[in-house]
């Protein structure tokens, strides 16, 4: 595995995660979409040296890269694009509702935590 | 046998497809619903019968090499959680048939169809024998349950959808990292080659492979400190769709880190799994203690029910694995009852929460009574599956000598029963006459079939207990095999 292929996994990750850490929706999802980059990226280098095509027959079998971890690499991507698009409608949808794509709090935790402080203060 | 295999997974996902485009023909898709998912429950029971008379079955996909192409094994230990799965949708469709076009009730039109998705996910995931698949099978799981959790679009639902949606997402993309080292350590994603080739790893790398994958299949799961998302999502959704999430989709995370530490013998990882399992059970009972509505006290009871299929998982003994196992059989149809119930309250007293309801047990004895069985099966309470079950979990703790999670577990069953016993005064007793603020609710023809869907799921929980000595020697051997994993591994590759 290349130096720079490790590299760009955690450039990727790191970013990602930054991403995904805030609260307004398009950004999780422009991290997610890193991060789904870091996986794709970090399955291709598990494959090994970078080879001949595979499967189309050319060159002989030792040359060649590692077919496998494409093939999960090409369905990882599939699936990410597909769960892209759900939180761009979740997006939306949020959008509508409140009026930005902010995640907001659990107000039912809130509210049992503020009675929780309520009552420690009486006692 | 291979084929009827094959047909598990394809048969809802067909039904699913000719679902979503039956339009406004909501009996198509109920015949379609409940006919595969009857026929998913015949097979399953076909495949136990058989498995535990023959042994495993392995069915290879397309016929490729079992290191290169998809593999789908049925040993014991997923033709027993596969058959109470099944079963367990079965009824929560009966009942959401029951419970359609009320407030708490989802959107046929989607629901069906995607519950067939879900459930064809979750037929993957217990039957999968590699890596790779059980990623696709989570993708099905969690797309479909994304989809069922929000579709609905009031605001609560997409303020906790984006929770659990974005923890899950992370957790995949954990996983699909981790299915890199995997492979570039060993060459191969198939969980019988790597119960071979893991354990002869250097000891770090066998170790961070542990890690990582009790992280991935713990937010699954939902452990100590991976929970938060599921007390806040579950207790949004429509009843029905909390019924199944409630009962399946944790244990799936269970299920697989059984699977997977196991076989690829994580012994080492025994201690920190007790931890977190003791972690589990206390953060989540102490949840359930301060919540005061039904929904969200059963939910934080999943995380505490998960702790004691950790524990069993953490001792890494025969005896120790097999009441995970076991633990697991029983807890599906109980908590699926339990939120059950909680819709069938929800739908007459117009709300779930405690200080809103009262004096149930009066006007409702039935409900009272299919809510007091289960939950004090859940509590562990004698004679009930939940007292076996814990029983077998103590014993195994003990057997082991390690004190101090089996004090916990104890004490924690006690915690479990006065969380149930909250619910209980605030919902069932009392007069019930302060509550002019509850209208008045006309029940609708379908409710009988809710009771009853909800009846018929309490009896089978109640059969897990008459039949529980059967159903250890199962667990045990099911338990068996993965700790010996030289049957699975022959069974797969030659």
């Not at chain 2, 397309?62 to 290169?68: A, S, T, V």
């Not at chain 2, 407030?103 to 979750?122: F, K, N, R, Y």
């Not at chain 2, 195994?396 to 915690?415: F, T």
């Amino acid at each position: 595995m290349s130096v720079t292929l490790a590299l760009v996994v955690g450039g990727l990750t790191s970013v990602g995660v930054y991403l995904i850490t805030s609260r307004s929706l398009t950004r999780m999802l422009l991290g997610f979409a890193l991060l789904g980059h870091a996986a794709v990226v970090a399955l291709l280098a598990a494959g090994g040296e970078a080879g001949e095509r595979p499967i189309s027959g050319d060159a002989p079998v030792d040359e060649l890269s590692d077919p496998l971890p494409q093939a999960f690499a090409l369905t990882a991507i599939v699936i990410s694009f597909g769960l892209t698009l759900f939180l761009l409608a979740l997006a939306r949808r949020q959008a509508q509702l409140t009026g930005d794509d902010l995640v907001e709090d659990d107000l039912e935790d809130r509210r049992i935590a503020l009675e929780t402080e309520a009552e420690g203060d009486d006692a | 046998m291979t084929s009827l295999i094959g047909l598990l997974v394809v048969v809802p996902m067909l039904a699913a497809a000719i679902g979503f485009v039956a339009g406004e023909r909501q009996w198509v898709r109920d015949i379609l619903t409940v006919g595969s998912l009857a026929g998913a429950t015949a097979i399953a029971g076909i495949l136990l019968a058989h498995v535990e008379s023959e042994g495993t079955v392995v069915l290879r996909v397309g016929d490729w090499d079992p290191e290169l192409g998809i593999v789908l094994v049925v040993d014991l230990m997923a033709a027993l959680v596969l058959l109470v799965a099944m079963a367990t949708i079965l009824v929560v469709q009966l009942f959401a048939i029951g419970q359609r076009r009320t407030a708490w009730g989802a959107d046929p039109q989607l629901s069906g169809p995607l519950l067939l998705v879900l459930t064809s996910g979750v037929v993957l995931a217990f039957l999968t024998g590699d890596l790779f698949t059980l990623f696709v099978a989570f993708e099905l799981i969690l797309v479909s349950s994304y989809v069922l959790l929000t579709h609905q679009g009031r605001r609560g639902q997409i303020r906790s959808g984006m929770t659990y949606v974005a923890m899950n997402l992370f957790a995949s993309t954990l996983f699909l990292v981790g299915l890199a080292v995997v492979y570039a350590s060993t060459g191969t994603v198939n969980l019988a080659l790597l119960a071979e080739r893991i354990p002869e790893l250097d000891d770090p790398l066998r170790w961070g492979i542990g890690l990582w994958f009790l992280v991935v299949f713990g937010t699954k799961a939902a452990i100590f400190p991976l929970f938060s998302w599921l007390p806040d999502s579950y207790p949004t959704a429509p009843t029905t769709i909390t019924a199944v999430f409630a009962g399946l989709l944790t244990k799936i995370g269970v299920y697989v880190l059984i699977r997977f530490h196991v076989l690829t013998g994580m012994d080492d990882l025994g201690p920190l799994i007790l931890t977190l399992a003791a972690l589990t059970m206390v953060i989540g009972v102490a949840g359930a203690l301060a919540q005061d509505d039904v929904k969200r006290i059963l939910s934080f009871h999943i995380i505490s029910q998960i702790g004691y299929m950790l524990m069993g998982l953490g001792l890494f003994t025969l005896a120790g694995v097999a009441g995970a196992i076991v633990f697991l059989v029983h807890h599906i149809p109980v908590k699926t009852v339990l939120f059950l119930v909680g819709g069938l309250i929800e739908e007459r007293e117009g709300t779930s929460a405690l200080d809103k309801i009262g004096g149930l047990a009066q006007r409702q004895p039935l409900l009272a009574v299919l809510f007091a069985l289960p939950a004090l099966s859940l509590a562990g309470i004698p004679p009930f599956s939940g007292f076996v079950a814990k029983l077998a979990l103590v014993d195994a703790g003990i057997e082991k000598v390690v004190v101090p999670i089996v004090v916990i577990a104890l004490a924690n069953s006690v915690l479990t029963l006065v969380s149930m016993v909250k619910i209980w005064t605030g919902v069932f007793w009392g007069s019930g006459d302060d509550e002019s603020a509850t209208p008045i609710r006309i029940l609708r023809p379908g409710h009988r079939l809710m009771v009853g869907a909800t009846a018929v799921a309490l009896v089978a929980s109640l059969a897990i207990a008459a039949s529980f000595g059967p159903l250890w020697d199962l667990g045990e051997r099911a338990a068996a095999d993965l700790l010996n994993p030289s049957a699975y591994i022959e069974a797969v590759v030659s």
